[in-house]
């Protein structure tokens, strides 16, 4: 059966395709090249005047696992608004609480009204990582894959402080790829969490974890060497030491210089651009981490964008969501010491367009999308949900295109931060092939995703068409159309079939023998077997909804 | 699994408590189940639990598997709000059942709703810093047991967790485990797995139950640094909690251990809240972690899964009701309270009921009949469980499905 998309303006950055109008044939879910006459076409839309894109990809949101099912737990009174009638309902927007701590069905189906094909939860605890399947695996319309978090964990922190070659730790990081079913590696506060539980309350990047004696630079070296020479596409993922902290930005600077040039992946990077000017000793530090990233070729960055409203912080930063504990609100929070595998941190949190601070990060985030030169190595996020649900992509991306818009909201922050931002003077506006590069074409490269983010022969149908409108939130939030692997799951915005979408993994080889030291370690420290912390390929796919695509990647030469 | 003759050995995950060990071997020969290493009460109670009657019945009377779902079916379209309780089973059948629960207008509620709904007041209250297994290997230098002695909740506890061999095969990471300090609390308490491998006692406040929350007050307090003015708080010498808070204080990583199903009595939430709220003020200037144990029949996999499935975590209210659904994968020995209201049983083939349900369906019991996936009490850890023995008993997902067919 094959469907024909008739006359669409293609924005496919993988080909170039700024525009351009063409046709797309599709077949057994995939895209294919026009077919003969003789072949039948079984259904045809004709998109004539519409947008048409790759489904998106959100690189960066904390959909599934420990840290986002206890902020559920936490946080009943985010649901409330959920079930609001007329006339409250009207009120209702995309940064509204409840899509700060979604169900998952609730998470599936507002990725798929939007457009957006796939999601990567970055942040999966390896010894939690059954769980963050199981919540993926009930998570449907979109794919999914997760980054699995290392660099905290005692084995790893006992390797390095051993002085254990690379080769160890290649094969102990590729074991855990394949061990908890994830598409990369990802660091968080590298050395902080650890040295959290040895009562160390800040690590900067040169500072000594107390126990091991190994600094977050020789970890970020390590591991990112590790990814590279496994042969991972995606490049390791970094959030930085100092999250949050006034003055963090220097710290980003030094980490951009920690791996000698292998490629690092800088996440929430928003939340790591601060400095230290002004009466408020905070201030954006948007123009030295923009520029830094505009010359460090081998960096790509998320931005983190804050949204303002009530929403929740989620991560393994136990050591500076700790700190973090005394802003809360409402004012509780959960941290978690987890397994001397990583931690948990959940604080929720109200982004105030009054408060300084907040208006500031709101900026900052801003200006940095602006400043950053190349949309193939910065990408489009909330970090969902801890700068905002990511619900508020479509008024993201307004910001972005529209600067009269931009410009509007500005004006109404705290006037204080006002005073201390620099946006009003930039006067980018993304085009929709930018936009496109940064959600689709920029993170299936990021990620290696080979056959998603474009619309070439081979690819497959994940495909969202747009009415082209002036008001670039309601079209974004809005798809005409969007098409899951060549099935039409979404018309004018609304899902009509259900489907479940696959897992992306990738399983670089590693030497078997690992496991004979990891099996005496799990013995004696542990408190389960590493035979059960081990997620099978059976276990992914049970009852036959889920999907596993592995993705085969090339080692690299030392 | 390793055969010899018609013996079989399998390392299996036991899901008899919130602990969830997993490093228990069983036999099975001939389809009969031996505990042969690392069992407890808990575990060889359930392992070796015979294979019960796999006829489903209505009304007491046996039927065939299609009539008893179709009877089922029709109590369920009848009823205008049901209620599915009890809720003890894995992940799977979780998710069949909170399926149906959507189609139906259903309220869930598990068996153990109660003791969890301590926990979860605190936790949406003022959350906690809590921490779990591993961490307490490998890091507890101060462990105190408040309200409960643990082990009759989770046998293995000190075994497992607490007192190590201090060789290869179990050891702690950052601690002298056996020099650990352990601290009771309460009243009725087995202390006797507290007494550390050298033959140290541990110690014990002891106190009636319903003085924990002025005990553990007190402790909070003096844990603050603010002075406490009475000698005596609850017939304990004031001076005696001082020393434990010094203890604390003074400790690299100490553990406060509380189960809430121990904690029976109006208000334990806020016992628990003094709990978390000592932890939250010794990680200051220290580290320290709250520790929730117990756990049992599927408690915590029940409430981790209905909270990413809705949003929400289960809770304890009660709701009007005029049919029951009681879902009982693990003990047999619990039963649904007796309402006169139709009564659907899902439950453990060895359930035996004092007044016979409208339908009673036996299925499969996860971890010994088929392979399962159940949460730790510590919830950060997910385990596979493992198929021990052959039998013809259906799923729960598989009943649940079938119900839900008839009822389309």
Same mark, same amino acid.
């Given at each position: 059966m094959i469907t024909l998309l008739k006359n669409g303006k293609m924005y496919d950055p993988a080909h170039n395709k700024n525009g351009v109008v063409e046709d797309i044939y599709i077949r057994d879910g995939c895209i294919i090249a026009k077919p003969s006459q003789t072949e039948k076409i079984a259904q045809t839309f004709n998109l004539t005047g519409k947008v048409v894109m790759a489904g998106a990809i959100d690189m960066h949101s904390h959909i599934g696992g420990g840290k986002v099912n206890i902020a559920r737990m936490m946080l009943p009174e985010f649901q409330e608004t959920k079930g609001y009638s007329e006339p409250e309902a009207h009120i209702c927007t995309p940064n509204c609480s409840h899509n700060a701590t979604p169900s998952t069905t609730d998470a599936g189906f507002r990725y798929i009204e939007m457009g957006y094909t796939a999601a990567f939860e970055p942040a999966i605890l390896p010894i939690n990582a059954r769980q963050a399947h199981l919540e993926m695996g009930d998570t449907p319309m979109i794919d999914k894959g997760g980054y699995a978090m290392l660099g905290n964990d005692d084995y790893f922190l006992r390797l390095l402080s051993q002085k254990a070659d690379q080769k160890a730790i290649n094969d102990y990081v590729a074991w855990t790829l394949a061990a908890t079913q994830a598409i990369g590696i990802k660091v968080v506060n590298p050395g902080g969490i650890s040295a959290f539980k040895f009562n160390q309350r800040r690590l900067d990047l040169d500072e000594n974890n107390s126990h091991y004696q190994v600094t977050p630079r020789e970890i970020l070296k390590s591991l990112s060497t590790a990814v590279h020479q496994l042969g991972i596409a995606k490049p390791l993922h970094v959030h930085c030491n100092n999250l949050g902290a006034a003055g963090n930005f220097e710290t980003t600077l030094n980490t951009m210089g920690a791996s000698d040039g292998i490629p690092m992946h800088l996440t929430h990077i928003q939340f790591h651009s601060y400095g230290t000017e002004g009466d408020k000793k905070f201030s954006s530090a948007a123009a030295q981490i923009s520029e830094a990233l505009n010359k460090n070729k081998h960096i790509t960055a998320d931005v983190g964008q804050i949204l303002f409203g009530q929403t929740v912080t989620a991560s393994g930063d136990t050591m500076m969501q700790h700190l973090n504990a005394k802003h809360a609100s409402p004012k509780k929070s959960v941290i978690m010491d987890v397994e001397c595998d990583a931690g948990c941190g959940v604080v929720p949190f109200k982004y105030k367009d009054k408060n300084y601070v907040n208006a500031l990060q709101w900026a900052i985030g801003l200006e940095i999308f602006l400043s950053v030169e190349d949309p193939w190595r910065i990408f489009l996020t909330t970090d969902h949900p801890n700068g905002a649900p990511f619900t508020s992509y479509p008024h993201l991306i307004r910001l972005l295109m529209d600067k009269g818009?931009?410009?509007?909201?500005?004006?109404?922050?705290?006037?204080?931060?006002?005073?201390?931002?620099?946006?009003?003077?930039?006067?980018?506006?993304?085009?929709?092939?930018?936009?496109?590069?940064?959600?689709?074409?920029?993170?299936?490269?990021?990620?290696?995703?080979?056959?998603?983010?474009?619309?070439?022969?081979?690819?497959?149908?994940?495909?969202?068409?747009?009415?082209?409108?002036?008001?670039?939130?309601?079209?974004?939030?809005?798809?005409?159309?969007?098409?899951?692997?060549?099935?039409?799951?979404?018309?004018?915005?609304?899902?009509?079939?259900?489907?479940?979408?696959?897992?992306?993994?990738?399983?670089?080889?590693?030497?078997?023998?690992?496991?004979?030291?990891?099996?005496?370690?799990?013995?004696?420290?542990?408190?389960?077997?590493?035979?059960?912390f081990k997620i099978s390929d059976d276990e992914m796919i049970e009852d036959g909804r889920g999907k596993l695509v592995n993705h085969k990647g090339k080692a690299r030469a030392n | 699994m390793h055969t010899s003759n018609s013996i079989q050995l399998i390392n299996v995950t036991c899901p008899a408590c919130g602990l969830l060990c997993d490093d228990v071997l069983v036999e099975n020969k001939n389809n009969k189940i031996k505990v042969s290493k690392n069992g407890c009460a808990k575990s060889i109670t359930f392992f070796e639990q015979k294979l019960g009657e796999i006829t489903p019945k209505i009304a007491g009377k046996p039927a065939t598997l299609v009539h008893a779902v179709a009877q089922a079916a029709r109590i369920l379209k009848q009823a205008k709000r049901p209620l599915f309780a009890g809720l003890s089973t894995d992940v799977t059948g979780f998710r069949a059942l909170f399926n149906l629960?959507?189609?139906?207008?259903?309220?869930?509620?598990?068996?153990?709703?109660?003791?969890?709904?301590?926990?979860?007041?605190?936790?949406?209250?003022?959350?906690?810093?809590?921490?779990?297994?591993?961490?307490? =290997?490998?890091?507890?230098?101060?462990?105190?047991?408040?309200?409960?002695?643990?082990?009759?909740?989770?046998?293995?506890?000190?075994?497992? %967790?607490?007192?190590? =061999?201090?060789?290869?095969?179990?050891?702690?990471?950052?601690?002298?485990?056996?020099?650990?300090?352990?601290?009771?609390?309460?009243?009725?308490?087995?202390?006797?797995?507290?007494?550390?491998?050298?033959?140290?006692?541990?110690?014990?406040?002891?106190?009636?139950?319903?003085?924990?929350?002025?005990?553990?007050?007190?402790?909070?307090?003096?844990?603050?640094?603010?002075?406490?003015?009475?000698?005596?708080?609850?017939?304990?010498?004031?001076?005696?909690?001082?020393?434990?808070?010094?203890?604390?204080?003074?400790?690299?990583?100490?553990?406060?251990?509380?189960?809430?199903?121990?904690?029976?009595?109006?208000?334990?939430?806020?016992? %628990?809240?003094?709990?978390?709220?000592?932890?939250? %003020?010794?990680?200051?200037?220290?580290?320290?972690?709250?520790?929730?144990?117990?756990?049992?029949?599927?408690?915590?996999?029940?409430?981790?899964?209905?909270?990413?499935?809705?949003?929400?975590?289960?809770?304890?209210?009660?709701?009007?009701?005029?049919?029951?659904?009681?879902?009982?994968?693990?003990?047999?020995? =619990?039963?649904?309270?007796?309402?006169?209201?139709?009564?659907?049983?899902?439950?453990?083939?060895?359930?035996?009921?004092?007044?016979?349900?409208?339908?009673?369906?036996?299925?499969?019991?996860?971890?010994?009949?088929?392979?399962?996936?159940?949460?730790?009490?510590?919830?950060?850890?997910?385990?596979?469980?493992?198929?021990?023995?052959?039998?013809?008993?259906?799923?729960?997902?598989?009943?649940?499905?079938?119900?839900?067919a008839q009822l389309k």
């Open positions: 818009f931009r410009n509007e909201a500005f004006a109404k922050l705290n006037l204080d931060a006002q005073a201390m931002s620099n946006l009003t003077s930039l006067n980018r506006e993304y085009s929709l092939y930018e936009i496109a590069v940064m959600t689709r074409a920029g993170a299936a490269k990021l990620i290696g995703l080979n056959d998603r983010g474009h619309l070439g022969v081979g690819a497959a149908a994940d495909i969202t068409i747009y009415t082209d409108q002036p008001d670039r939130e309601a079209m974004f939030a809005k798809p005409d159309y969007v098409f899951k692997d060549g099935e039409l799951v979404v018309k004018d915005g609304k899902v009509v079939k259900v489907v479940w979408g696959a897992t992306h993994t990738t399983k670089p080889t590693f030497d078997k023998g690992v496991e004979k030291d990891l099996s005496e370690y799990f013995e004696k420290y542990h408190t389960i077997q590493l035979d059960n | 629960a959507q189609k139906t207008n259903t309220t869930l509620q598990h068996m153990n709703a109660t003791g969890t709904q301590r926990n979860l007041a605190v936790l949406q209250s003022t959350g906690w810093q809590t921490t779990t297994l591993t961490e307490v =290997k490998n890091r507890a230098d101060v462990i105190v047991c408040i309200g409960t002695d643990v082990v009759t909740n989770n046998p293995r506890f000190f075994e497992r %967790i607490v007192w190590l =061999k201090n060789n290869k095969k179990s050891n702690s990471m950052f601690t002298d485990a056996n020099a650990r300090e352990v601290i009771y609390i309460g009243e009725k308490l087995n202390t006797k797995a507290g007494i550390s491998p050298s033959g140290r006692n541990p110690s014990l406040l002891a106190c009636r139950t319903s003085d924990l929350p002025e005990v553990t007050a007190v402790l909070r307090a003096l844990v603050l640094g603010k002075p406490v003015k009475s000698d005596k708080v609850a017939g304990i010498k004031t001076e005696e909690i001082q020393a434990v808070a010094d203890k604390l204080k003074t400790a690299k990583y100490a553990v406060l251990a509380w189960v809430a199903k121990d904690l029976d009595y109006p208000h334990a939430e806020l016992t %628990i809240q003094n709990i978390t709220e000592t932890v939250a %003020i010794l990680n200051q200037t220290t580290r320290a972690g709250g520790l929730p144990l117990g756990g049992s029949d599927g408690d915590t996999t029940a409430n981790y899964a209905n909270t990413w499935l809705s949003g929400l975590a289960l809770n304890d209210k009660q709701v009007e009701h005029d049919a029951i659904l009681w879902v009982n994968s693990f003990s047999p020995e =619990k039963l649904p309270a007796n309402n006169h209201l139709p009564l659907i049983v899902l439950g453990d083939a060895n359930t035996k009921f004092k007044t016979e349900p409208e339908v009673f369906i036996p299925i499969a019991t996860p971890g010994l009949d088929y392979s399962g996936t159940l949460f730790r009490v510590d919830s950060s850890v997910v385990l596979p469980l493992k198929k021990c023995r052959e039998n013809k008993l259906p799923t729960l997902s598989e009943v649940v499905s079938q119900i839900e």
